[in-house]
């Protein structure tokens, strides 16, 4: 599999946590990339990092945000933005290098509650 750096999925990244307050997310610590013939039949998957590099190594929590080339890039444009925050979605409060299950007992991801906030922007 192959991965480029992929600056405007970045870009989009940092509009949309300005947009959405996520003041938890520290857009300097998330990285995105897109991928080459990946075997999966995601749009888009998120990356954490383990608490055992900070608490051992004393590396900060960094999240990648990888989208799949030959699915994410047919969606339209609302589609990109909703599998976008959807991604954002996994990522916890304490912003730890840990993510959060589509399924908890505080927050659900799923369609619906992409939904709720995509409507939210406009």
């Not at 599999?1 to 857009?27: C, S």
């Not at 954002?88 to 912003?95: C, D, E, S, V, Y």
Request: aromatic fraction near 8%; proline fraction near 3%.
């Amino acid at each position: 599999m192959k991965y480029q750096k992929a600056p405007e999925i970045k870009k989009q990244i940092r509009v949309l946590v300005k947009e959405l307050n996520y003041t938890h997310i520290k857009v300097n610590n998330i990285h995105c990339i897109r991928s080459f013939d990946a075997k999966t039949r995601a749009y888009a998957r998120i990356w954490g990092m383990a608490k055992l590099f900070k608490e051992v190594v004393g590396i900060e929590p960094h999240y990648i945000i990888e989208v799949i080339s030959k699915r994410f890039d047919k969606l339209d444009r609302r589609e990109q933005i909703k599998t976008l925050i959807h991604e954002l979605m996994h990522i916890p409060k304490t912003f730890s290098g840990a993510l959060l299950s589509h399924r908890g007992p505080h927050h659900r991801i799923n369609d619906r509650e992409v939904e709720k906030i995509l409507q939210s922007l406009k």
